[in-house]
């Protein structure tokens, strides 16, 4: 794939950090573990941005050791472009002024505007957005589409607010966002606790304080194409389809754990009854509801109607299901299964995690959210020879449906999700990483865009 890289031995007699002496190195484990050293020196407190780091770093030695001269990419890589944090100050309904926080990381427009998700809820601080900013330079890059790297959001919880709070937030937050997006410039689109109506009240304000609200034919922010909001689960289950036909296998009759109950956990649901699989579970902040004879498109139906009332909790649909059972067993890992699809919060499945899953049966694991497996898990998957579906590689389906436009259909979603999996495959075979889809994908991604930032000088 990419035979045509050129090998330059002047990069590695130059000196990698010249802060307190020059830093040089031999090999490309060592360029990647001063690249490591050096982030934890300026962001040791963002835990979850290192870890992203530190899990990149690891898959792109073997391209140092062939051309060092991508060590020195990897290190402006690091930094991101802009960074923007601001306050956002708006009214409840009983007339306290309220104060969040909001992000927007422009991580990367060496291939293109930058484009990436929003994010709303507790979770959200300033290392989460710089780790997401940074694996979407990769998952964006991945595509092969002319795609920038971006993410933001902000700390507001939305399931317990009212929808005139919710409104009133939107557009506070959009007031100051507008500054900084636009077509052409960057495109934010949906992201955990961020849907089509969050969307909505954001666009709309937009609208009322820009003046361009489209370009190229495609309308900011306005995603009128039903295939974008299903993107990112039926991307999800397109790519566990490809690696399962790799083993000579299907999703015909295979029994799915699915954690999380978001957009994209039932968009994942819906997309495996369509296959043939059996979805069994659903989790949330109440905990889980397990069906043992698999939820068919009846009760997925059910299942999003009681989600889609803002904070409404699982635990109400086992009134209206007979056969459902409700946090039995304690653990959802102890549910028998041949799939698992986490669609939750960053690092939910961990060493054990998977050491159950494996115990319990299961072949493989499809991350549906950004970092679900942690890093240790990761190895542990490969011990333990257990398919891994990474979301660097599975998470692109809402950058594929942007590039091609509103007229994206699933059909099309299919084939680009069959591309991009060969591509990540042959990249990881060439690196002698058979199987590890996700150095595959990290070491695809950062080529496609080291290689045009070299064109960019230090910029």
């Not at 360029?31 to 690891?58: C, K, N, P, W, Y």
């Not at 957009?263 to 905990?287: N, Q, W």
Request: overall charge neutral; hydrophobic content about 40%; charged content about 25%.
């Amino acid at each position: 794939v990419h035979q045509t890289m050129k090998v330059s031995k002047s990069w590695r007699s130059k000196p990698l950090f010249r802060r307190q002496g020059d830093v040089r190195f031999k090999t490309g484990l060592e360029a990647a573990q001063l690249l490591v050293g050096e982030a934890r020196r300026r962001d040791d407190h963002e835990t979850e941005f290192i870890e992203s780091i530190q899990s990149t770093m690891q898959c792109l030695s073997p391209i140092f050791d062939r051309n060092p001269r991508y060590a020195f990419v990897a290190k402006q890589l690091m930094e991101p472009e802009r960074f923007v944090q601001f306050r956002v100050a708006w009214i409840d309904d009983v007339g306290v002024v309220r104060m969040n926080r909001g992000y927007r990381i422009q991580y990367s427009s060496s291939m293109g505007p930058h484009q990436g998700a929003l994010h709303f809820g507790k979770h959200v601080n300033s290392a989460v957005v710089k780790a997401m900013g940074f694996d979407s330079v990769f998952s964006n890059a991945v595509t092969g589409f002319d795609v920038g790297a971006a993410a933001g959001g902000s700390d507001f919880y939305p399931e317990d607010k009212s929808e005139a709070e919710l409104q009133r937030f939107c557009q506070s937050y959009m007031t100051e966002l507008a500054k900084y997006v636009g077509p052409d410039i960057d495109s934010p689109w949906m992201g955990m606790g961020v849907g089509e109506v969050e969307m909505g009240y954001l666009f709309g304000q937009y609208k009322r304080i820009g003046i361009k609200s489209s370009a190229v034919g495609r309308p900011f922010l306005s995603f009128r194409n039903k295939t974008f909001h299903s993107a990112p689960g039926f991307g999800v289950v397109h790519f566990a389809k490809e690696m399962l036909k790799d083993r000579h296998d299907s999703l015909e009759g295979k029994r799915c754990l699915i954690l999380g109950s978001g957009k994209v956990a039932r968009c994942v649901a819906e997309k495996l009854i369509e296959y043939g699989a059996i979805p069994l579970s659903f989790s949330d902040a109440s905990g889980h509801v397990y069906e043992p004879d698999g939820i068919n498109s009846g009760k997925l139906k059910t299942i999003s109607s009681i989600k889609n009332e803002r904070g409404a909790l699982l635990g109400r649909y086992i009134i209206s299901s007979t056969s459902a059972q409700f946090n039995d067993p304690a653990d959802i890992l102890d549910i028998p299964c041949d799939l698992c699809f986490p669609c939750g919060a960053m690092n939910e499945i961990t060493v054990d995690s998977v050491n159950k899953l494996a115990d319990n049966g299961c072949i493989g694991v499809v991350e549906g959210g950004h970092s679900c497996v942690s890093d240790e898990a990761r190895t542990c998957l490969r011990k333990r020879g257990l398919m891994y579906g990474p979301h660097t590689m599975t998470m692109t389906g809402p950058a594929i449906v942007h590039a091609l436009g509103i007229q994206a259909t699933d059909d099309m979603l299919a084939e680009e999700v069959s591309r991009i999996y060969a591509d990540v495959k042959r990249t990881a075979e060439e690196f002698n990483a058979r199987g590890n889809l996700f150095a595959g994908a990290n070491i695809l991604g950062f080529l496609r865009v080291a290689n045009v930032m070299m064109t960019h000088g230090a910029v």
